[in-house]
C-alpha cells in the first residue's frame, strides 16, 4: 500500500536555527498538508497546499513558517527561527480528489 | 468552527472487554466525523468514517461508532479488546469529506491500554 514518508523521524536543533522537514506523498494525491501535536494536546492543521500553493492556512502558520513543493514530488515544511514552542511532532498527509488521508509517520522536532 | 472533546485521556481495560472511547463534537454545520488510531511509532491511520449516511459506521479491527447527533456524539466501541488494540485515539471532525481541500479538526487523543 502506498505510504506518505517523512524524514527525519526525529530531529533536534538549537533555538533560532532553520529546519527543514520534509515528505514524500503519494504520488498520484493532489492536496498536501501538515499537522503538529505538541505533546499532550490536539494534533492541529497548520496548512494545506494544492496545486502548487498555499490554499489554507491557520493562525499558528506565521511568517516563520513556509512550505514548497520543490521538485513535484518533495513536500517540506520550514521553520526559519525555531523557538523552544515550536517542539512538537509534525504529521503531513496527502489526499486525491475525493478521499481521506493518507498522513505520514511523523517527524518529532526537539528545540532546545 | 469546529471542535472535539474526547472524555478521558486513558482508558485501560482488560483482554476481551468492551472498549468504549468517547468523543462529543461541536459543528455550525453538518459535521463528517472520523477516527484516527496511532500505533506507535507509526503515522494517523483511519479506522472509520462519517458522512452522513449510515449512523452506525464500521470500521477496520472490528471497530464501530454511532453518530448521536442529539448529543452530539460519535462513540468508538470494540465488543471485545485485544492486546493489539493498544494505541492512540483521535477523534477528529470536518466541514467536507473529500470534496476537495478539507482540513480537520481533533480531539487531543485517548490512549488505550489492554490488559492481560
Known amino acids: 500500500e502506498p505510504e506518505v514518508t517523512q524524514t527525519p523521524s526525529h530531529q533536534v536543533t538549537q533555538m533560532g536555527q532553520e529546519v527543514i522537514l520534509r515528505c514524500v506523498p503519494i504520488s498520484n494525491h493532489l492536496y498536501f498538508y501538515w499537522y503538529r501535536q505538541i505533546l499532550g494536546q490536539k494534533v492541529e492543521f497548520l496548512v494545506s497546499?494544492?496545486?502548487?500553493?498555499?490554499?489554507?492556512k491557520s493562525e499558528i502558520f506565521d511568517d516563520q513558517f513556509s512550505v514548497e513543493r520543490p521538485d513535484g514530488s518533495n513536500f517540506t515544511l520550514k521553520i526559519r527561527s525555531t523557538k523552544l514552542e515550536d517542539s512538537a511532532m509534525y504529521f503531513c498527509?496527502?489526499?486525491?480528489?475525493?478521499?481521506?488521508?493518507?498522513f505520514g509517520s511523523g517527524t518529532r522536532l526537539t528545540v532546545v | 468552527a469546529q471542535s472535539v472533546t474526547q472524555l478521558g485521556s486513558h482508558v485501560s481495560v482488560s483482554e476481551g472487554a468492551l472498549v468504549l472511547l468517547r468523543c462529543n463534537y461541536s459543528s455550525s454545520v453538518p459535521p463528517y466525523l472520523f477516527w484516527y488510531v496511532q500505533y506507535p511509532n507509526q503515522g494517523l491511520q483511519l479506522l472509520l468514517k462519517?458522512?452522513?449516511?449510515?449512523?452506525l459506521v464500521k470500521g477496520i479491527n472490528g471497530f464501530e461508532a454511532e453518530f448521536k447527533k442529539s448529543e452530539t456524539s460519535f462513540h468508538l466501541t470494540k465488543p471485545s479488546a485485544h492486546m493489539s488494540d493498544a494505541a492512540e485515539y483521535f477523534c477528529?471532525?470536518?466541514?467536507?469529506?473529500?470534496?476537495?481541500?478539507?482540513?480537520?479538526?481533533f480531539g487531543k487523543g485517548t490512549l488505550l491500554t489492554v490488559n492481560p
Open positions: 498527509a496527502s489526499i486525491p480528489q475525493g478521499s481521506s488521508y493518507t
Open positions: 462519517y458522512t452522513s449516511a449510515a449512523t
Open positions: 497546499f494544492y496545486n502548487n500553493e498555499i490554499s489554507e
Open positions: 477528529a471532525v470536518s466541514a467536507d469529506s473529500g470534496g476537495s481541500n478539507y482540513k480537520l479538526t
